[in-house]
């Protein structure tokens, strides 16, 4: 399995970024995908993610501001950010959550995002 995120970058705030995740080895029909982040000297947390059925959650700091999609063709999670805010800044994480043919968590190397005031 590999997860190849790219699309971050530096953007001013009020900006907006599209993450992309390519994605290899996994079946979106089997799988959660999502986006977790981690800001500097924090934990990591989760952004957004996407289940099989296509129904979406997130993180109460980022509602109404990111969208979380995927397309089942080029096997990509996308994440529309917009109205960036300087405490978005983080390395961002795609996240593979296999249901079948067995449990199992992926993850990919990380993307930063940075967005200054």
């Known amino acids: 399995v590999q997860l190849q995120a790219s699309g971050g970058g530096l953007v001013q705030a009020g900006g907006s970024l599209r993450l992309s995740c390519a994605a290899s080895g996994v079946d979106f029909r089997f799988t959660v995908m999502g986006w977790s982040r981690q800001a500097p000297g924090k934990q990591r947390e989760l952004v957004a993610d996407?289940?099989?059925?296509?129904?979406?959650t997130y993180h109460d700091s980022v509602k109404g501001r990111f969208a979380i999609s995927k397309d089942y063709a080029k096997n990509t999670v996308y994440l529309q950010m917009n109205s960036l805010k300087p405490e978005d800044t983080g390395v961002y994480y795609c996240n593979a959550r296999q249901v079948h043919p067995s449990l199992d968590n992926y993850w990919g190397q990380g993307t930063l995002v940075t967005v200054s005031s």
């Open positions: 996407i289940n099989i059925g296509g129904t979406t």
